[in-house]
């Protein structure tokens, strides 16, 4: 079965980057789009951008457009995103998401979600 | 950037009832790129509706999805108590996604 398996929670400072992984399972990795999304406590969803597996093209959202990096490991079947200069509207949960289909863009499988605390 | 507005904020409503939430986009959008989610605490996303009104594997078909251009609608035909939940429409375009600020079904 279909499997997005995320990292745990991060405490971070102020300014610091996180890095935060998406372990895939149970397709074929390249087949799927991955999309990340973020939710801040108490709001609603947030898309940050999207990661093509198969030759690592990435398009983000305006709003984080040079603090987000998305890279993957096809070794690993794992999907990586990377947020920096963090401060404290940071705090949120982070899901990674695949599309549905491999021609339907909507979130069909999510990961757990990861809690990033930003807090000096 | 097209804007998706959810009406109404919350929604209360006894179980067994008819639900009907609205979602309204700031320009046309394709049917095809239009998805609904719901959201319980502490849970991610699960995807209900995609393309409009196609429901995702698993899902139970009191839940439908309608609509076109720009006003789309998900209806509960009737409310069961796992359904009380948050809710949130989706499009997709230019390689983005965007969400509504959702809508709160809550128990009357």
């Known amino acids: 079965q279909v499997q997005l398996v995320q990292s745990g929670a991060e405490v971070k400072k102020p300014g610091a980057s996180v890095t935060v992984s998406c372990k895939t399972s149970?397709?074929?990795?390249?087949?799927?789009?991955i999309h990340w999304v973020r939710q801040a406590p108490g709001q609603g969803l947030e898309w940050m951008g999207i990661?093509?597996?198969?030759?690592?093209?990435?398009s983000y959202a305006q709003k984080f457009q040079g603090r987000v990096t998305m890279t993957r490991d096809m070794s690993t079947r794992t999907v990586y995103m990377e947020l920096s200069s963090l401060r404290s509207e940071d705090t949120a949960i982070f899901y990674c998401?695949?599309?549905?289909?491999?021609?339907?863009?909507?979130?069909?499988?999510w990961g757990q979600g990861t809690l990033v605390t930003v807090s000096s | 950037e097209i804007v998706l507005t959810q009406s109404p904020g919350t929604l209360s409503l006894s179980p067994g009832e008819r639900a009907t939430l609205s979602c309204r986009a700031s320009?046309?959008?394709?049917?095809?790129?239009l998805a609904w989610y719901q959201q319980k605490p502490g849970q991610a996303p699960r995807l209900l509706m995609y393309?409009?009104?196609s429901r995702a594997t698993g899902i139970p078909d009191r839940f439908s999805g309608s609509g076109s251009g720009t006003d789309f609608t998900l209806t509960i035909s009737r409310l069961e108590p796992e359904d009380f939940a948050m809710y949130y429409c989706?499009?997709?375009?230019?390689?983005?996604?965007?969400f509504g600020q959702g809508t709160k079904v809550e128990i009357k």
């Open positions: 998401a695949r599309d549905v289909t491999t021609v339907t863009t909507a979130g069909g499988y």
């Open positions: 149970g397709y074929t990795f390249t087949h799927y789009f």
């Open positions: 990661i093509n597996p198969s030759g690592g093209g990435t």
């Open positions: 320009q046309s959008i394709t049917s095809s790129d």
């Open positions: 393309g409009a009104s």
């Open positions: 989706q499009q997709y375009s230019s390689s983005s996604w965007t």
